[in-house]
């Protein structure tokens, strides 16, 4: 018997916007890749400059656990942070580096949330994987169709997006008019 838990697995944007308010340049960037790539941990420490364009503004992300690669585009603040973080460390290979010089790690990124949790004041557990749950909330409650929300989080199943609009309440909104 699988037992229910009432912590959400999601954050809001509004604690999204606190963790990154709260972070240092490098590990806001993180945040605010991983939330608007719905990028898992993994994608997110291992991504390479060579997966990002900033002429063109795109990056490819790398989807692991047999998802589908894609490219997004990439805002003005990602390519400012991006470029922050390209100067300071031009001769890197991965985009995200530990303070000793090695690429970051699934471990360095939970410290690194659970410290910025406490300091932003988030009620809820705070981890990497709910980062990309929040991407695809947040997105399915603007209205994105499932579809287009499938291919954006590299979900080859359908059912594994479906989840997403679940919470959507807007979602009957205008069936009926009286």
């Not at 690429?103 to 360095?108: A, H, L, S």
């Not at 080859?156 to 309440?169: D, H, K, P």
């Amino acid at each position: 018997m699988a037992i229910l838990s009432n912590v959400r697995n999601y954050l809001l944007p509004s604690e999204v916007e606190r963790l990154i308010k709260c972070a240092s340049p490098r590990n806001g960037a993180m945040i605010l890749l991983a939330y608007r790539h719905g990028l898992r941990v993994s994608e997110l420490v291992n991504l390479e400059w060579s997966q990002i364009d900033l002429t063109h503004g795109t990056i490819h992300v790398h989807r692991r656990k047999h998802g589908v690669d894609s490219t997004h585009p990439l805002s003005g603040t990602e390519l400012r942070a991006l470029r922050r973080l390209r100067r300071e460390h031009p001769d890197t290979r991965h985009v995200f580096i530990s303070q000793r010089g090695a690429p970051m790690t699934r471990q360095n990124v939970n410290a690194m949330l659970a410290a910025l949790r406490r300091e932003a004041g988030i009620e809820v557990p705070v981890h990497p994987h709910m980062l990309r749950h929040s991407t695809g909330y947040k997105l399915a409650n603007e209205g994105r169709d499932t579809r287009s929300l499938q291919h954006y989080l590299g979900h080859r199943n359908i059912q594994s997006t479906v989840r997403y609009t679940e919470l959507n309440a807007n979602r009957f909104n205008g069936w009926w008019t009286d």
